[in-house]
């Protein structure tokens, strides 16, 4: 797969500099990389020898890969903390969304007059020369400024996250502020503010869909904390901008509570993500369709402000190499301004850090990171999308919508349309009804996808001149084997094993599939077994019997032989049941955000009432902890739950 692709690319990369203008074609999708069954995982990876290593010295393969990880090293450490720390996969990644602790009593607490405001991305990228909010192709530039027209009527504040509040030094007391609704529904402009729109393009289920942009959200601008990390505020559902296209700008509820629920439930199981600092009503109604099937009707509207450390996409980059030669020096700047900011431990990389790696035989074969920040770069970028979607796949987590206007050059979970954790195990579950047909972005095509997206943001580098062929073809090898390693890491983590089991592994999930098992709380459960060889054959399955329902005896037998395998494994590794069971509850959640549970907090929101989303978000910000009293929100879903509009969602909002 990675050679058929690398061909591709270097095929797309060659006519690119001959026409200096993207063809895009639509691509066929053959899945390579599939997440089940396992057996064709491990003949995707493929092994690479160091040629100089960090001493000057030669070094097996495994070095070549410690050598790539130190490239990103220090943002993962500094820059990253975009998550308070959620790189890291499980329990500790993330804080309580409640956000109060010991520590931040003495932190800065600012009100929103005193944040600190700094415009980088206006004042160092082009822009469009009008204002204007007719739509139309933006060229030459990569923003808009526009202001936010949402029109309101007395707003209200639905949800806030204290935890976000404390990532810009804000006072939780100004969600107290009787302004504070008029404020984040644009009604009133934020004091030093630099309200701006987005330039990006993409593809779309496979296709360049051109220009697309931020058509409903509206960047603020840049805050600087008292830790000199910068941050963007956005309000999604803030009126029309020249990139809204025949649409209204305006977002409404029931998408705005799952995009604030999820971005919070995401950061608190630990995997990057866009943040969600307030959720406002706008008091307008939205008239929508949502099933696309010509009976629309009045919602409520509403406003969510998401912060991040940018919203950088694969799709910012590409919509100026499509534009060709005029637009292709805009990639580098935009390239240029994405390191200087974002990934500053690549802007001057010396030989004495020497990255370099053979990719077959011979001196041109060599990639050489340190004699180009790009290649360095666009490495970096794979391997940490790589990372990103084997986080997914360890909670059950299906995006819905991988366009590539929906990839975060900072590997952050972005842009959440119709989400949905997996309930019963089913590899080929979407939650999108527009990608029914061809299930491209079902939750198993996941790691390919990815794939897929690194292959045209590098295109979009190489078109750029920025990097080789040689160079793109090493930054997708390198997302295959990052994704490999941490996934293997994750599920050998998750079932508590000493090493990881390929076949353990591969036959537990040949099996949820067969018996659709419940994901999250299997794996919860599973932590329960104990590693005793000696306990009866009926008495097996006991500790599981929650979640294996209604199956007859051959499924009994199937499911005892794996527990009895499972077990063996166990009792090799010489750890104890409790300190397993600890270890194994720190990275298999209890609770996730269920697509019922977020429709039951639109129900109730909808009727004015916003208590329900301000517990949910409240248990989502504990999803490793057992918290007694809250069992229902870990409930397996109602009947009710499988219904159109609840389990599978359109892209209307």
């Known amino acids: 797969m990675l050679s058929q692709i690398s061909a591709s690319l270097s095929h797309t990369s060659s006519s690119l500099t001959a026409t200096t203008a993207f063809s895009f074609r639509r691509p066929v999708f053959r899945p390579k990389f599939p997440f089940y069954p396992f057996n064709r995982f491990n003949s995707q990876k493929r092994r690479f020898s160091t040629v100089v290593s960090m001493d000057g010295a030669s070094s097996p393969a495994s070095a070549a890969a410690a050598s790539v990880e130190s490239v990103s090293e220090d943002l993962k450490n500094q820059t990253l903390e975009h998550n308070n720390g959620s790189n890291n996969y499980g329990r500790d990644g993330g804080k309580n969304a409640t956000g109060i602790d010991s520590i931040s009593q ?3 607490k600012l009100k929103l007059e005193e944040l600190k405001w700094d415009h980088s991305f206006v004042r160092e990228l082009p822009g469009d020369p009008r204002t204007d909010l007719i739509p139309r192709e933006v060229l030459h530039s990569c923003y808009t400024k526009v202001s936010p027209s949402a029109e309101v009527d007395n707003p209200q504040l639905v949800a806030w996250s204290d935890s976000v509040a404390e990532l810009l030094d804000l006072d939780p007391k100004e969600f107290e502020r009787p302004d504070f609704p008029q404020i984040f529904s644009g009604a009133s402009l934020l004091d030093g503010a630099m309200p701006y729109a987005q330039c990006y393009g993409g593809h779309q289920f496979g296709m360049w869909a051109g220009q697309l ?7 603020l601008g840049e805050v600087l904390n008292s830790k000199s990390q910068r941050w963007e505020l956005q309000l999604k559902g803030a009126g029309r901008t020249p990139y809204s296209r025949f649409a209204d700008g305006l977002a409404v509820l029931r998408s705005s509570i799952r995009e604030f629920l999820c971005s919070e439930a995401i950061h608190s199981l630990g995997i990057p993500t866009t943040r969600a600092l307030c959720l406002v009503t706008t008091g307008k109604y939205v008239t929508r369709d949502m099933f696309y099937d010509g009976n629309p009707k009045d919602e409520p509207g509403a406003i969510v402000c998401r912060v991040a450390q940018s919203f950088l996409r694969f799709g910012s980059y590409q919509i100026h190499a499509s534009r060709g030669k005029d637009d292709l020096g805009l990639v580098c700047t935009l390239a240029d301004y994405a390191i200087r900011h974002h990934f500053p431990h690549l802007e001057n990389l010396s030989k004495s850090e020497s990255l370099s790696f053979s990719t077959g035989e011979g001196d041109d074969s060599v990639v050489d ?4 920040k790009y290649a360095a770069w666009a490495v970096e970028v794979a391997e940490r999308t790589a990372s990103l979607v084997a986080k997914w796949q360890g909670v059950g987590f299906t995006h819905g919508v991988l366009n590539t206007d929906n990839m975060s050059v900072l590997g952050l979970t972005i842009d959440y349309g119709p989400f949905g954790f997996l309930d019963a195990f089913d590899p080929s579950f979407t939650p999108n009804t527009t990608d029914l047909p061809g299930r491209r972005y079902c939750f198993a095509n996941q790691p390919d996808i990815g794939l897929w997206n690194i292959a045209q943001f590098a295109t979009t580098l190489s078109a750029a001149q920025l990097i080789n062929d040689k160079e793109a ?13 941490e996934y293997q890491a994750i599920m050998t983590k998750k079932l508590g094993l000493p090493k990881y089991n390929k076949q353990l592994i591969s036959d537990l999930l040949k099996n949820m599939a067969v018996d659709k098992v ?3 709380n299997f794996f919860r459960l599973l932590s329960n077994i104990k590693a005793d060889p000696t306990i009866q054959e009926d008495e097996l399955l006991i500790p599981l019997k929650a979640v294996l329902l209604d199956i007859g005896k051959e499924r009994k037998d199937a499911w005892t032989s794996w527990v009895k395998s ?3 494994e166990l009792s090799a590794s010489g750890i104890s049941d409790e300190d397993r069971k600890t270890s194994m509850d720190s990275v298999n959640p209890k609770y996730i955000l269920r697509n019922y549970l977020c429709q039951s907090a639109i129900d109730a929101a909808e009727q004015g009432d916003f208590e329900e989303v301000r517990r949910l978000l409240k248990v989502m910000g504990r999803p490793y902890d057992e918290q007694p009293g809250m069992e229902k929100y870990a409930r397996l879903p109602p009947a009710w739950a499988y219904r159109p509009g609840v389990c599978m969602l359109s892209c209307s909002s």
């Open 369 to 372: 990171l340190t004699s180009n």
């Open 566 to 568: 499972y077990i063996q």
């Open 213 to 219: 942009g931020d058509g409903r959200a509206i960047t």
């Open 106 to 108: 003495n932190r800065v």
């Open 473 to 485: 073809n090493y930054a997708m090898e390198r997302y295959g084997t990052k994704f490999m390693d």
């Open 518 to 520: 419940d994901y999250t």
